[in-house]
């Protein structure tokens, strides 16, 4: 339903109806005899690579390879939320907002429709009238990309882009959206793009600036540079967590969590044990974190409850209790 949702509010719009994808786009399938093998090696020349399949087989395709292409590459693995981004970016490009809404997937914490969203944002000049319509008032996945494309839109400037999240009626629709802000934010390439409100000598920057639900979402965010700044010191940033406003210590550990699960998908008993290693009372926040990105990858809360069986018997109680919190949300 959200996405017929979405693209009637699209239409509605854009004042036309949206063009049958099938006729437009080359069949999916066309790409198979080329991915024997891994197609590329670095970030950079996978992100060309599913660029260039989207125009040459269509986004359905370009996914599909992205899917196959995580079980045999660790970078895609590792990488897949932002290399699906550049697939929603290319449909928007290739194909135009309203075509390339007609495909929609949920892999990688549905990263190609926040891609298709954020360029569609980009391109605006009536922000506020945009950003109104394009997506139904408790979709938090499309005002999620919302946030994203307002960052591109105000140049990475954090207060003015939570300034227009603050447009939003709904106090849900706000968060939703400023969750986009602050995970562009961290995600900023420092020697290629304004980050203003990065500092790597104070990782958890600007979340000190912040106030309520603002501030959850930046401390949550805030490990994912931490861990930029020094990769895989999992147990240094749940330490480093606790030097955190004592208010927002349980979203840094929920957002350190959800960081080992983001780059160690495969080592789940590792990073399980390091949650173990916060203080006790901050355990289940880190468990809960490393289940909520599992199940936001995957958009399968099933998938979390396997997660769950995984787990040692002290912490399957946390585990499922972010299964039951996400299920609401999910088809299966």
């Given at each position: 339903?959200?996405?017929?949702?979405?693209?009637?509010?699209?239409?509605?719009?854009?004042?036309?109806?949206?063009?049958?994808?099938?006729?437009?786009?080359?069949?999916?399938?066309?790409y198979r005899e080329r991915i024997a093998e891994p197609?590329?090696?670095?970030?950079?020349?996978?992100?060309?690579y599913f660029h260039n399949l989207v125009g040459e087989a269509g986004p359905e395709a370009a996914v599909e390879a992205l899917a196959e292409e995580m079980d045999r590459s660790e970078v895609v693995f590792e990488y897949c939320h932002a290399l699906a981004h550049?697939?929603?970016?290319?449909?928007?490009?290739?194909?135009?907002?309203?075509?390339?809404?007609?495909?929609?997937?949920?892999?990688c914490g549905s990263a190609y429709?926040?891609?298709?969203?954020?360029?569609y944002l980009a391109d605006q000049t009536d922000m506020l009238a945009a950003m109104r319509t394009v997506c139904e008032s408790g979709d938090g996945v499309c005002l999620?990309?919302?946030?994203?494309?307002?960052?591109?839109?105000?140049?990475?400037?954090?207060?003015?882009?939570?300034?227009?999240?603050?447009?939003?009626?709904?106090?849900a629709d706000q968060v939703h959206c400023s969750e986009g802000v602050f995970m562009e934010n961290v995600g900023l390439d420092l020697d290629l793009h304004a980050h203003p409100y990065l500092k790597p000598e104070d990782p958890f920057y600007p979340c000190n600036e912040q106030e309520g639900a603002y501030a959850s979402t930046c401390y949550f965010y805030a490990p994912r540079f931490y861990n930029r700044l020094h990769e895989g010191a999992y147990e240094e940033a749940i330490e480093w967590c606790t030097t955190a406003d004592f208010a927002y210590i349980t979203d840094c550990m929920r957002g350190v969590g959800s960081t080992m699960m983001k780059y160690s998908m495969n080592e789940v008993s590792r990073i399980e044990g390091v949650c173990m290693t916060a203080p006790n009372e901050y355990v289940p926040y880190c468990i809960r974190g490393l289940t909520s990105y599992y199940i936001v990858n995957y958009a399968s809360a099933s998938k979390g409850q396997d997660l769950c069986e995984a787990f040692q018997?002290?912490?399957?109680?946390?585990?499922?209790?972010?299964?039951?919190?996400k299920s609401p949300f999910y088809r299966d």
């Open positions: 339903m959200r996405f017929f949702s979405l693209l009637l509010l699209v239409n509605l719009l854009l004042g036309s109806a949206a063009p049958a994808m099938v006729e437009a786009q080359p069949q999916p399938g066309a197609v590329a090696r670095t970030f950079d020349e996978y992100k060309e550049e697939v929603g970016h290319a449909a928007y490009e290739e194909y135009g907002f309203q075509e390339a809404l007609l495909f929609e997937e949920d892999l429709l926040h891609g298709v969203v954020e360029y999620h990309g919302v946030g994203h494309g307002l960052m591109i839109y105000t140049n990475n400037d954090v207060p003015a882009a939570l300034a227009y999240c603050d447009e939003f009626t709904d106090h018997e002290s912490n399957k109680e946390a585990c499922m209790a972010e299964v039951e919190a």
